[in-house]
């Protein structure tokens, strides 16, 4: 009997909301990776495979507020990101993740931000 890991387990998640979920010029995806310390999210043009903005809970004044805190001001700088990079609308990609947590506080942080998901 083979042992499958949690991170095995979120992979295959993350595979199966990936054959779903595509970015393109004018609606790029946002991806979310979620770290025990904090999260990382990128918006990214899949046609082209470039990161459009990005954000990363090490930068000021984002490594000192709590957890759905700390997510939720990440979703603002990563929407006004990508305003400024022309971007008005994005999909989400939870990353194989629950929608709970710092996951829905970033997508809602980015929702308050201005950006359409």
């Given at each position: 009997?083979?042992?499958?890991?949690?991170?095995?387990?979120?992979?295959?998640?993350?595979?199966?909301?990936?054959?779903?979920?595509?970015?393109?010029?004018?609606?790029?995806?946002?991806?979310?990776?979620?770290?025990?310390?904090?999260?990382?999210?990128?918006v990214i043009d899949d046609d082209s495979g470039t990161t459009l903005a990005s954000v990363q809970w090490t930068e000021d004044g984002l490594r000192d507020l709590k957890p759905a805190e700390q997510a939720a001001e990440a979703g603002k700088?990563?929407?006004?990101?990508?305003?400024?990079?022309?971007?008005?609308?994005?999909?989400?990609?939870?990353?194989g993740y629950q929608y709970h947590g710092r996951v829905k506080a970033l997508a809602e942080g980015i929702r308050e931000g201005g950006l359409a998901l």
């Open positions: 009997m083979t042992v499958v890991t949690k991170e095995q387990r979120r992979l295959k998640r993350r595979r199966r909301v990936r054959a779903k979920v595509r970015g393109s010029a004018t609606r790029p995806r946002v991806s979310v990776f979620r770290s025990n310390q904090g999260l990382f999210a990128q700088r990563l929407a006004q990101r990508a305003k400024d990079a022309g971007i008005e609308r994005a999909v989400f990609d939870r990353g």
